[in-house]
């Protein structure tokens, strides 16, 4: 397992490699340096050049984590060889605000404070997803709303040993595929998120009264999922005599052939409401906005037509990606505040 640590200057990918005992981890900028101790004094294509050396070299290692920069301001020093060399990619996302005040405290990246640290920090990890979704590499951003700040890392630690025993949302997806692909006879899959798509109101809310932050950050990748749902168990969940939510008619009303509910949801909540509905669903910890995706994209590149409804930038990709991708609006009719900025053309309103 080769892992990616990215993030902007000072946001502390430093700070996380020093404490990973359990995985060889590399300083990126210190091999650099000891590769080429003229690094800092070449032009681009010089240091683009050293970067390509150094990922061939860390070919040769099958498990590890090494910390590197997708760009410096608007000079982007990511490269091909880096994508190739990661199978994960990790984002170390830090209040913009913070960022800056660490910056200007730093005599060494001070000059970084001409950017805009917000704008640069979204761009990175926007452009970073992108090239995660079309090369089938897993990407996690690791955020901490409301602060965006990490005095405790203890739970990034966690995380990423569960990615060293096997987490991952690609193969996760993959699983769920090879499941509705064996199920399915039809030629068209459609694919439904649960809460707020499905359902008018948000099951874990409705039925076990809870509630999280963990989503402020409008990120919704499997780091997110991953302590979502270890929130969930703590959740104690009633024994239900009738549906514990109201269901979208309008939605149900829209749902063709062979569909699936896939749900970042309470499994013992989902699995009541799948029996009822008699739809099979797919969740747990897994469950992110990248494995609806991934789903959506290995159906299709096994020939399926796929069709998917979702509210909320959990479900962008899938239904962007979606050879038909309706919106369920709110009941006052607008889209959700999570996909402001999105570019909605192509979806279906509902």
Not at 132 to 150: A, G, M, R, T, W
Not at 207 to 219: M, Q
Not at 302 to 325: C, E, L, P, R, W
Request: with cysteine; net charge negative.
């Amino acid at each position: 397992m080769r892992i990616g640590l990215y993030g902007l200057p000072t946001a502390g990918k430093s700070f996380i490699l020093d404490r990973i005992d359990f995985l060889e981890a590399v300083a990126g900028s210190k091999l650099l340096h000891w590769y080429d101790p003229e690094f800092e004094n070449k032009d681009k294509a010089g240091r683009d050049a050293d970067r390509r050396a150094i990922a061939k070299i860390m070919q040769s290692k099958s498990d590890f984590i090494m910390d590197g920069h997708y760009a410096f301001g608007e000079e982007i020093s990511f490269t091909e060889d880096d994508g190739n060399l990661y199978d994960v990619f990790l984002y170390l996302f830090v209040d913009p605000k913070t960022l800056s005040a660490r910056i200007a405290k730093s005599l060494k990246n001070s000059k970084y404070l001409k950017y805009d640290i917000a704008e640069w920090q979204n761009r990175e990890i926007t452009e970073l997803r992108k090239y995660s979704h079309s090369h089938n590499k897993d990407f996690y951003v690791l955020d901490n709303p409301p602060e965006n700040q990490f005095d405790d890392i203890e739970i990034l630690l966690d995380f990423i040993r569960a990615i060293k025993g096997g987490y991952s949302c690609v193969n996760y997806a993959k699983a769920c595929s090879t499941a509705i692909l064996e199920e399915s006879d039809g030629e068209t899959i459609t694919l439904l998120d649960g809460d707020k798509t499905l359902t008018i109101e948000d099951s874990s809310l409705q039925s076990l009264g809870y509630t999280t932050r963990l989503f402020d950050g409008n990120y919704y990748t499997g780091y997110q999922a991953w302590k979502h749902h270890n929130e969930l168990k703590n959740c104690s969940v009633p024994v239900f005599s009738k549906m514990p939510v109201n269901l979208n008619d309008r939605v149900l009303s829209l749902i063709g052939g062979n569909p699936y509910i896939l749900t970042s949801g309470h499994k013992k909540v989902w699995q009541y409401i799948s029996t009822r509905l008699e739809i099979p669903f797919f969740g747990g910890e897994q469950m992110s906005a990248d494995t609806k995706y991934y789903i959506t994209k290995n159906l299709q590149e096994a020939g399926k037509t796929v069709i998917a409804f979702g509210d909320s930038m959990n479900d962008y990709y899938m239904m962007k990606q979606a050879n038909v991708g309706y919106l369920i609006c709110k009941q006052d009719g607008q889209v959700s505040q999570s996909l402001k900025g999105c570019d909605l053309e192509g979806l279906i309103l509902v």
